[in-house]
Each structure stands twice: as C-alpha cells, then as structure tokens.
C-alpha cells in the first residue's frame, strides 16, 4: 500500500473542497453516504460518453463493452468480500433492495410459529421487511437484547435460539453506535440450530475486511454509496445452493430463458436475480470506488479512521454535559452523543452554521433509541478524508451550542 496521506486523499474528493455559510465544509455524515473520488465521478461521465448500451443482449461492440464492464464490477465485488464465484453476486438497488428480496424470496418457505431474529440495533431496513413477512406468514420477529454499552448480549440470543428459529438478520456495523457485532460467533451459533442467517452489511464494508466465506453467512448485503461509489447500486451475495433453491425475486426481461404463455424457465446465477435493465452506468462507477478502496488498502483505512475514533472519544468526553451513546469495546469510526437539556436538532442546525454536517434524529433505529430511553442522537461518522483538525472544529462548535443554550 502507498504510505497514507490524508491530504493527499483529500485532493480526490472534489465536494470537500467548498465552503458552507463561508465556513469550510466539515463532513462527519459518511454513515449516511459517503463522499466520492473523482475517479468515480469520471467513470460516470465516461461511461455516457463512451459506452452506453444495453448489457448482455446486444452483440455490437458497445453492448460487448457495457457487459464486460458491468461484469467487471461484478469480479472486483467478489473479490471484495471474496465470494466463491460470481454466480453468488446479485446486483440490487442497495442494502434495503437486497433484505427485501431475501424476504421476499427464501422467505416463502416460513411457516406459522417460526421465528425470526434481528438484533435490538438493527436499521429499520433489516426489520421492516422481517416483520412483514412474519405478519404474511404467522411468524413472529424477536429482537435480542442489548447492554447498556450498546452490545448484543450473546447469553441472551442464545436462550432466543431454537429449532424455531428459521432467519437470524444480524447488523455487522451499527450505523447509530459504531458498535462491530461478534457475527462470525452468532452465525455459527444460529447455524447450530439450523437458522440461515443474512448480514447487514452498510456499515462494515467499508471500515472492515470482509470474508463471506470465512464469516459464513448465507446470505450479506451492502450498498455502493456507502462506498464511496455511486447511489442506487448495492450487492446481495447469497451461498449458491440457497439461491439456486429460491424462487425469482421480480420478473421480467434478463431473468428468464425461455417464455411462453404456459411456461417460464428462469435464467441462471445470478441473472435469474436480476429482472429488468439494471442501472448499468452507476454500477460501473463503483468499480472505481471498489479499487480506490483497494489501492489504498483497507487496513491502512481502518487504522486510520480508528485513529479519529479514538481522538474524537477522547475530545468529545471532556466536554460538560455530553455523553456518548454506545461504549461498545469493538466500534467502527462513529460517535454518537447527547448533550443535555439541548435537542439534538438544535446542535444538527447550530453546527451547519459552521459548516459541520453531522446526522441528528432516530438514524433509521427507533426501537434501539428506545432500548436507551432517548428520541435521538447527534452523530459525527468518520471517513478517511477526515482530520483530527476537523475534529478539533466539531468540539470547538459544541462548545458554541451549549454557551448559546447556557
Ligand atoms: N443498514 C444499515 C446498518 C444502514 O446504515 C443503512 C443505511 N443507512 C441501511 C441498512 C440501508 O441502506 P440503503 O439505504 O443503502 O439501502
């Protein structure tokens, strides 16, 4: 890997280089969407101007091209949480795409009386779905408990545990904590008791390494933007034998291979997952981002971004009033916290007058703000262009929120 060089890094990100109410721009909403390098935003205008056409079908020279580096996106995702075979990536429209198609697909196979787990902390995106189907099927969804730290508590889930249990949707990352869930241990733990589990994985992918096959998930999903590649592109890998036994998801063009008014045959892995013309130039984008990420090499990132974690903890701690919610021993670059007596809102307001982007509100997890007994947070999530000078800025701007409410 190349030494890392914030500075450098920073220069490929065009967006941060602006200034908001004449203040310049302080980005910490990357557990949002992430920023993207200008290799990503090149590919996009690339693609438009040089490749457009229609994949897989056409036989003239721009559909060759449009497949190949489609497909292409598709090897470097494999290689990226190291699938077995590209045959076990589907394209979706990110993370929320891919669990509803797991829901709405293997889920067919649920019985009244089974269960399903998620954890306390999920993203409303790995619990809607679930509960969804539960209430089709006369199943019933589960949440496991979580400590005070904001960590699954594993004798808990695995009295939760049992012949019943048919899906166990587990969060890699919490988005609203930075909490890293021991999901290696959980999954085995539900396969032990026959459950097929799928991972969230938003948050995880772009601060971890990621290994399907180690991990042994069936099923692990995440989103492009996430990335730091384009919006409305995400992966679902699925073990083979899973999606070779799971019915289609949508119908349509692509997803077939033959069709007549008395019978459809579906195409194979993975086409047979992906019905329609699918957003072809973004996905080809997100190669760039994949490769941004490798060449900088993701251990040197996540050092990096645990650095910021461990300044940020440390600074945010000092000051009067403020707690941080979620002291989980294993976290990703995220801090969330509450000052009291002011709503997070009016921090979120006060700190974009100084050009700080932080996320307040629920974050998509309302069922973990009530485990803590709190409407929402103020959250600071760190990339890798962000600086411990950024960070100096943000407390130095809370310090003007609590002085304007004081
Ligand atoms: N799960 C988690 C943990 C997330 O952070 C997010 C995005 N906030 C999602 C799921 C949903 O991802 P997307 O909106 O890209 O579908």
């Known amino acids: 890997y190349k030494v890392f060089d914030v500075a450098e890094i920073r220069k490929d990100f065009p967006i941060l280089h602006q200034t908001i109410h004449g203040k310049p721009l302080v980005y910490f909403d990357n557990a949002a969407t992430t920023q993207k390098p200008q290799s990503v935003i090149q590919a996009l205008s690339d693609y438009y101007n040089e490749i457009n056409a229609n994949i897989h079908r056409g036989i003239h020279t721009l559909a060759e091209r449009a497949t190949a580096e489609y497909e292409a996106t598709r090897e470097i995702s494999r290689q990226f949480i190291n699938a077995s075979s590209t045959e076990e990536i589907i394209f979706t429209r990110g993370t929320t795409e891919g669990i509803n198609l797991v829901a709405a697909t293997f889920g067919k196979s649920l019985k ?3 269960e399903v787990l998620v954890t306390t902390m999920e993203h409303h995106s790995n619990i809607v779905p679930w509960q969804m189907l539960c209430e089709e099927k006369g199943a019933t969804l589960k949440p496991i408990p979580i400590n005070d730290a904001g960590e699954v508590i594993l004798e808990e889930y695995e009295k939760l545990l049992s ?24 999954i085995d733990m539900a396969h032990q008791h026959g459950a097929t589990v799928l991972i969230d994985g938003a948050q995880a992918s772009a601060h971890l390494e990621i290994n399907v096959q180690d991990l042994d998930c069936d099923f692990y999903v995440f989103s492009s933007h996430k990335l730091y590649g384009p919006t409305g592109v995400g992966v679902l890998y699925g073990k083979k034998a899973l999606l070779e036994a799971m019915p289609p998801y949508q119908g349509g063009g692509e997803m077939i291979k033959d069709v007549s008014f008395t019978r459809t045959t579906y195409n194979e892995l993975p086409y047979k997952f992906e019905a329609g013309t699918p957003n072809i130039a973004d996905t080809v984008a997100f190669k760039k981002a994949l490769e941004y990420i490798n060449e900088i090499g993701k251990p040197v990132i996540s050092e990096y971004e645990h650095e910021l974690l461990t300044y940020a903890t440390e600074s945010l701690q ?27 809102q009016d921090i979120g307001i006060i700190l974009d007058t100084q050009g700080i982007a932080v996320r307040t509100g629920h974050h998509c997890t309302q069922p973990l703000m009530n485990r803590f007994e709190i409407p929402g947070t103020s959250r600071a999530s760190f990339a890798m262009y962000n600086t411990k000078e950024e960070i100096d800025k943000l407390v130095k701007g809370l310090h003007k929120v609590i002085k304007m409410f004081a």
């Open 112 to 114: 009244a009386g089974d």
């Open 163 to 186: 012949e019943k249990t048919k899906i166990v949707a587990i969060v890699y990352v919490s988005n609203s904590l930075g909490t890293i869930n021991p999901v290696k241990q959980m």
């Open 318 to 344: 000092e000051i009067n009033g403020l707690r941080i919610v979620g002291t989980a021993k294993e976290k990703i670059s995220i801090v969330s916290f509450i000052v009291k007596g002011i709503h997070h």
